[in-house]
């Protein structure tokens, strides 16, 4: 299993504002996962990019990897309040388990 | 109810004591994991399961025993609890390994004394 190192670890942002946080790995990958875990709650699923995509998109979420720099990216455009949360990338070769880092702690002031 | 839910939501228990937490999944998932959360650590693995009667180590497996006979069930068990492993508890579970998001239950907070 590898981890992935999200940076940075914590941001502070305005409602309406977009919020960019990065993670990086250390090995290929078959795909790689973004989580959310709002305030003492269990983790959610958010999306899921594969190696061979460049970019995904979700509602207000959009994705970047770029397996040369092994790096990610996960974007929300126009944060809500309710976007306060912890946001967690899990790089995976597709047979071991998920190994989740410390995350970046986002809060989004109304 | 369809998901994955824990019990006790919270436990507070004193040192030395055995304390089991529980882990219960609708879905018929081979896999099942648990984590602990920390401040300052992240999510760290304690131990997963492949399948019935299938269980591996994961990343801080000492003081922690699990077992699997159900498919459905995976209890964790503190054989004799230390203030180290108050924590945060969590139970996720998924289909496979390959491509698939994991599950994730609503934790245990276990306070040792």
């Known amino acids: 299993s590898q981890q992935g190192e999200e940076d940075p670890q914590a941001l502070s942002i305005q409602e309406g504002e977009n919020a960019t946080m990065n993670c990086s790995y250390k090995t290929s990958i078959n795909n790689l996962q973004w989580y959310r875990q709002n305030s003492g709650r269990g983790l959610v699923h958010l999306i899921l990019?594969?190696?061979?995509?460049r970019e995904k998109h979700s509602g207000r979420l959009r994705v970047t990897l770029d397996t040369s720099k092994k790096s990610s990216s996960l974007l929300i455009t126009a944060s809500r309040a309710a976007d306060t949360a912890s946001y967690f990338c899990?790089?995976?070769?597709?047979?071991?388990?998920?190994?989740f880092g410390k995350g970046t702690r986002l809060s989004v002031i109304a | 109810d369809a998901g994955i839910t824990q019990s006790p939501r919270y436990k507070i228990t004193e040192t030395g004591r055995q304390v089991t937490l529980m882990c219960h999944q609708t879905w018929s998932h081979s896999y099942m994991f648990w984590y602990r959360q920390d401040l300052g650590h992240g999510l760290r693995l304690i131990y997963y399961?492949?399948?019935?009667?299938?269980?591996d180590k994961g990343e801080v497996p000492d003081g922690y025993v699990v077992s699997r006979s159900k498919t459905e069930n995976f209890p964790l068990t503190l054989e004799s609890a230390t203030r180290s492993q108050t924590s945060v508890y969590f139970c996720a579970t998924t289909p496979g390994l390959a491509g698939n998001e994991q599950f994730f239950g609503p934790g245990t907070r276990l306070t040792v004394l």
């Open positions: 399961s492949a399948a019935a009667d299938i269980t």
């Open positions: 899990a790089p995976s070769s597709g047979n071991t388990p998920l190994v």
């Open positions: 990019i594969r190696s061979n995509e």
